[in-house]
């Protein structure tokens, strides 16, 4: 919710992607029930290509619920800022803890 009110969430493949490739950190967070897979299964690949971390959560409209929408989404980037750093950084050793999927 902090990241939605400053601003600091990339939504959707399009632009979660232009934002990657222009070399932009953050922690990839992808829905899990999002058909067909093809939509997004390249985001995980360009985000261990940069070793940014990703991690899934089961939902699309929890996912975009979270990022301050109304409407769900496959994919979002939440970059860091000063003002939630500390909660940033518990979430990232968070999914940094998690095992990799298969």
Known sequence: RTAAKHKQIRRGVKEVQKFINKGEKG?????????????????????????????????????????????????????PHEEYQEAYDECLEEVEALPLPL
């Open 27 to 79: 922690i990839t967070v992808l829905a899990g029930d999002t058909l067909p897979i093809e939509v997004y299964c390249h985001i995980p690949i360009m985000c261990e290509d940069r070793s940014l971390p990703y991690a899934y959560v089961p939902s699309k409209s929890d996912l975009g619920a979270a990022a301050g929408s109304k409407r769900p989404t496959c994919v979002i980037m939440i970059k």
